[in-house]
């Protein structure tokens, strides 16, 4: 017998082309709204994600936070700290979970956030699907999710390989964090396309997207309005955003600046969209040729 002849053949059940393995159904999260944050590599993710969490907690969710970077500084916002991840944890007991209590990889951050940070593997050496699995699987097995109303992965720029696209295997709702231009723009048009060839297989659909840091939006709501996508939020480019990450602080901890206020209150309003519920919206990525010829300068 070859010894590829007991991998399954999966081509085209989870997105065109794709050899992907399926989901195992015991991980499935039950009872919580999932939501996967995506975007550009340094668009302000990790902030965003941060804020919303913390918009969530001030609503009265439980709310649990999931960073899906090596870098794990999704949470840095809301505890104040690097925290180990739940990869490197792991390896300190040679992969015996059993081993492992709630509060070894687990922190509370601000307004009750419980915050995670899956890690990754070393550059080169894996795959980051891997390590988000065994995060949901170490979450389950010590039912961290039974009591959560929320729960956010925060995912590493904008990779749409099976790896970084796993978080979509759990999620209800994708959202985007974009800018006003072009290379934002472009990446969110191939993370649209990732999460359609997802919601073949899985109950991920696209929320929406957030316009971060930029003054204007036309340029995100002129590609919006060619495929068919929706801007649920902006948030202006303010200083005290920028602040607030050097302060190791949510903008909720932050002193009542007027821009401050103002961000609070969008955030406020982007997770009671959220809460309630957005329509699954299936826009049709434009081919790269086509968004130089939309938003493409002469």
Not at 123 to 128: N, Q
Request: negative net charge; glycine residues 10%; contains cysteine.
């Amino acid at each position: 017998m070859s010894p590829r002849d007991d991998i399954p053949q999966l081509r085209g059940q989870d997105g065109e082309g794709s050899v992907q393995v399926h989901q195992d159904p015991t991980a499935k999260i039950e009872g919580a709204k999932v939501f996967s944050v995506y975007g550009k590599g340094g668009i302000g993710k990790s902030t965003t994600s941060s804020n919303l969490s913390a918009a969530f907690a001030k609503m009265g969710k439980r709310v649990l936070q999931i960073g899906c970077d090596p870098k794990h500084d999704s949470t840095f916002t809301l505890t104040g700290r690097l925290q180990p991840t739940v990869i490197d944890i792991l390896k300190e007991v040679d992969f015996h979970p059993e081993e492992l209590r709630p509060e070894d990889f687990v922190t509370t951050g601000w307004g009750g956030v419980k915050c995670v940070e899956a890690g990754g593997p070393p550059a080169g050496t894996g795959c980051g699907g891997y390590v988000v699995g065994q995060t949901v699987k170490l979450l389950k097995q010590h039912h961290m999710l039974e009591d959560t109303d929320v729960v956010i992965f925060d995912v590493l720029g904008d990779v749409v390989c099976g790896g970084f696209a796993a978080p979509l295997q759990h999620a209800d709702r994708a959202v985007i964090v974009t800018a006003n231009d072009f290379d934002s723009i472009y990446a969110m048009n191939r993370i649209i396309a990732a999460v359609q060839a997802k919601s073949a297989n899985y109950k991920v659909r696209l929320a929406g997207c957030i316009a971060n840091r930029s003054r204007e939006t036309n340029e995100v709501d002129r590609y919006c309005e060619k495929v068919g996508f929706n801007r649920i939020a902006h948030m202006p480019d303010v200083d005290a955003i920028r602040r607030s990450r050097l302060k190791k602080k949510t903008l909720f901890e932050m002193d009542d600046d007027e821009d401050i206020v103002a961000c609070r209150a969008e955030y406020i309003r982007l997770a009671e969209t959220l809460w309630r519920g957005t329509d699954p919206l299936a826009p049709a990525p434009m081919e790269d040729r086509d968004i130089f010829e939309l938003l493409g300068f002469d």
